[in-house]
């Protein structure tokens, strides 16, 4: 399997979907994916198992502000830059390149590095969604140590960060972003192919092109906009929130359902009744283009179709609830809701 120009639309739309409302927008990422491609020819999607147990794989992606990453897209030379010190530090060839986060613009990003870089992109992802922290990933709940890590802006700066725990890495990266400007290229979780082939969340590649092809489940409600409300929260690192409430349309027509967010969609409930919760992925739709919208962009009026998704499995056991559940997210009081629901007089 390839990802050429024919099928970049359809990956980046399903990246879209698995980034959850965050993760940023895919389709700023998009286009640089696009040119590669064009520059450098298609990128091979390999599964982990068919390369060798022992062989390095560079996890990339960036790490900021996604408005800031809109503005800021970087250059042909940040990938190779990265891959010469991450090589210099591991002592071995890259052999295969693995996206950090297939939600959101990251997944185009690994797309366009490989493409750079003359590497074949693993069928697999760090977190098969996206999260708002670098440790939210399943590698960290294998694990595996987060360093050394490596981050990079597209004027020759880098900074390595080991000998942290994944908490430890967030706080330091994040602190290197903003010396960077809000914006910086990264690749964390060193691993070879046969940690990825045990830990990493395998088809992730595969799954997004299916989605963005239309192949995902049937909406749980569709319907418009009818408000949107951003508040202040006492949750998990003071994100600020979103209530989202969707009247429904068509079939669907006198429900009500409040989608709750943070970075990310984190819930969606109806009359009081979980649908879906974190780690569940969460996605509101554009009915006319067909793309998943940003928390940040939603808007009253819009016309959505509500979609949920399960995520991996590693994200519904105890470690994984910890690390990104509900309680993650200021979302104590749906503890042991998360698993998406069937919702009454729709489907799931």
């Not at 691993?191 to 192949?215: F, I, M, N, Y």
């Not at 109806?270 to 554009?286: K, S």
């Not at 997210?329 to 998360?338: E, K, Q, S």
Request: with cysteine.
């Amino acid at each position: 399997m390839h990802v050429d120009a024919g099928a970049l639309a359809d990956f980046a739309r399903g990246c879209a979907v698995l980034g959850s409302g965050g993760g940023g927008p895919a389709d700023v990422t998009l286009p640089v994916a696009g040119q590669a491609i064009e520059e450098c020819g298609p990128v091979p999607v390999v599964d982990p198992a068919e390369l060798p147990a022992e062989a390095l794989v560079m996890p990339v992606g960036l790490v900021g502000s996604p408005a800031v990453a809109a503005e800021r897209i970087g250059g042909r030379d940040e990938p190779a830059r990265l891959r010469d010190r991450f090589e210099a530090l591991h002592g071995a060839p890259v052999a295969a390149v693995m996206s950090s986060e297939i939600g959101g613009l990251n997944g185009c990003v690994a797309v366009a590095w490989a493409a750079r870089l003359g590497l074949p992109l693993l069928d697999a992802d760090s977190m098969g969604r996206a999260f708002p922290r670098m440790d939210q990933n399943v590698l960290e709940l294998a694990g595996l140590r987060p360093g050394p890590a490596v981050l990079a802006d597209e004027h020759g700066h880098t900074v390595v960060v080991d000998d942290v725990d994944g908490a430890h890495l967030e706080q330091f990266a994040r602190a290197a972003v903003v010396a960077f400007g809000g914006r910086a290229a990264s690749t964390d979780y060193p691993l070879t192919a046969g940690q990825a082939a045990r830990h990493a969340v395998a088809g992730s590649v595969t799954r997004a092109l299916a989605l963005g092809r239309g192949e995902g489940p049937a909406p749980l409600l569709t319907g418009k906009v009818s408000s949107v409300r951003r508040y202040a929260t006492e949750g998990a690192d003071g994100d600020d929130a979103t209530g989202v409430l969707l009247e429904g349309g068509g079939p669907d027509a006198g429900r009500l359902v409040l989608v709750e967010a943070r970075s990310e969609f984190v819930a969606a409930l109806e009359d009081g009744t979980p649908l879906a919760v974190v780690p569940d992925v969460i996605a509101l739709v554009d009915v006319r283009t067909g793309w998943a919208v940003p928390v940040e962009e939603v808007r009253y009026g819009l016309r959505v179709h509500l979609v949920t998704l399960p995520s991996d499995p590693a994200w519904y056991t105890p470690g994984g609830l910890r690390l990104a559940g509900p309680a993650a997210f200021g979302l104590a009081g749906l503890a042991g809701t998360t698993g998406m629901r069937r919702a009454p007089g729709g489907s799931s």
